[in-house]
């Protein structure tokens, strides 16, 4: 194991998050995995697709 983590996890031990941290973080998991659901359970709509559509004429450059 990496020496940084190890003395990370010392100084986690030692002096743990606070509680206000601790529910933003897990607000924050909770509110994207409820985002991931709703996406995965209804898909995403046609203005957020990645695939561009066809261009009906050629630039001209």
């Given at each position: 194991?990496?020496?940084?983590?190890?003395?990370?996890l010392?100084?986690?031990?030692?002096?743990?998050?606070?509680?206000?941290?601790?529910?933003?973080?897990?607000?924050?998991?909770?509110?994207?995995?409820?985002?991931?659901?709703?996406?995965?359970?209804?898909?995403?709509?046609?203005?957020?697709?990645?695939?561009?559509?066809?261009?009906?004429?050629?630039?001209?450059?």
């Amino acid at each position: 194991m990496y020496l940084g983590w190890l003395l990370r996890l010392y100084r986690w031990s030692r002096r743990p998050p606070s509680r206000a941290l601790r529910w933003t973080v897990g607000g924050v998991l909770a509110l994207a995995a409820v985002i991931w659901a709703l996406e995965t359970w209804l898909g995403l709509p046609d203005w957020m697709q990645m695939d561009r559509p066809p261009r009906l004429t050629p630039m001209r450059r």
